[in-house]
């Protein structure tokens, strides 16, 4: 060991860094890694393969996590050594340049650049230092020259009509031009062509949705047909997201963006333009309905499974009656069964008894209609209850503000008298300033508790309570004259968290109308009110039950 380091701590820690997964500014991590190795045995260095971190990240920006871990583990283990392959594989930022002088002359690190057998220690003249920067500022200027060269190169292939981007969208693929011997010619452009065995899948995306399919839908069936499978996405990362994701990217109608700038792409089309349309006149909507008639409204993830929470879907199966000769369609849901469980296989086993029928979804989500239905008269009087009781909130809202107003023309005049108490020396001026800015912090925090208040939900949560009383009155009436798609659009005003348990519906009423189904289950209790010695005090507790 060097005794100039003024060290006996002998371990080391290794950073191989590269700027890109194609190393194209610089050695790869397994050169690194050799040389690193050797130098460690040259100098004593204790190096284990545990703390030799190679990590792929630019060394221009400043915000560099991999980097910044690595560095923070190097100082919690205590490893004094940091090994770098060159100055440039350390930083090409100012920032973290000046960082790792600090470190080195408080005595926490020394840095080793392995290829120029240079060391930095808390003794290095500032000669050393000095020259370091000067490495520092060069690298940085590298960085940022080639950083321009590249920017100018891609902004010139996009306006040509090529995407200048190093990975292609799902359906695509990278070409690149090869010589006699069938050798890639490095220098060449790539072009961008249809990729053939990921393609099918994007055309049976956009095909799915221009039959009116929702994204979860669409997924179940591909799914279902194994397309994602063949294509080697796994069904954990096949995701609803990026289904949406990719029906609503320019790039497959032609057109990409780079730089914040819209350019028309010069790369082959493989959707049919009648298809990109019709799945462009979905988008904007706030729900996609499928061409179905009265059927199929409860799907589109609105329910999910209670057992494995995979969305429920509308599955119609048709069949022919042998007896009859009549063609029959029943209006199935089922789970999609997407998830798997710790061994890979299908969290249910089989769709065996999940099958159910859309007339018993509708049956049983009627009920909900009964349990939030409530007598006229009785609203009315509810009605008559909550108008006086947020008139009285309102009424001490009021009161509060003025109070509030006192408060601060009194603040306002504890200002006057400290600045009279300042004028004529009584206070010096540093408890002037201490007084009037603990006046001013008094003052910020009153005006925005009365901001608070001013923005008091009170005139909103009577408007709500009043409206959903009403509308407890005619919910019944309007379920039956509604649509099944209407009926989907009330019930979300109703429910959350729409479930299947096998064949039984669950759910959760929304707290507005939990409310309303206690006091329609009391309603004995109610018709007794005006015989109740108390009815204030009983209506307050059954009202906020």
Sequence with gaps: MNQEWGTTNKKAFAVLRVSSKRQKDGVSHETQEADIKRYCEEHGLELSKDDIIPIVESAFKEDRKKYAAAMDRAIRQKAQHILFYMFDRE???????????????????ILHYVHDRK????????SDFFMRDIQAVTNKHQSR?????????????AEKGWFPGNHVYLGYKHIRPKDEKGNDLRKAQTTIVIDDETAPLVRKEYELRAKGMTYEEIRAEIVGDGLAQKCGIPI????????EWRLKNKFYSGFFDWKGIEYEGKHPLFIPKPIRDKVAATFGKKKVKRILGDYGAL????????????NIVYDPHTKRIKATGEIRTYHLYHCTNGRTDADGAPWHKSRKGMYVSEESLWEQFSTVIDEITLPEELVEKITERLNDS??????????????YEGA??????????????????????????????????????MIAEMEGIKRSTVGSVRETAISTLQLATS?????????PWERREFLEKLLSNQRLRGSTVEYDLRKPFQVVSQMQRNSKWWRRWESNPRPKAVHRQRLHA
């Design 119 to 126: 060391v930095f220690h808390k003794k290095s003249p500032g």
């Design 390 to 403: 947020f008139v009285n909130a309102e009424a001490k809202m009021k009161e509060s503000l003025r109070k």
């Design 91 to 109: 930083t090409r930022n100012l920032t973290d340049n000046e960082r790792n002088e600090r470190l080195i002359k408080e005595g926490v690190i």
């Design 299 to 310: 799907t589109g993830g609105w329910l999910v499974c209670a057992d494995c929470g995979c």
């Design 475 to 483: 919910v019944k009436s309007l379920w039956n004259t509604r649509s």
């Design 145 to 157: 020259n080639m950083g321009e060269k590249i920017s100018d190169a891609c902004r010139v292939k």
């Design 408 to 445: 601060l023309a009194g603040i306002d005049g504890r200002k006057d008298q400290a600045y009279d108490l300042f004028a004529t020396g009584t206070l010096d001026s540093e408890m002037y300033q201490r007084q009037i800015q603990r006046l001013r912090t008094e003052r910020e925090q």
């Design 236 to 243: 954990k990362k096949y995701y609803v997201s990026t289904i």
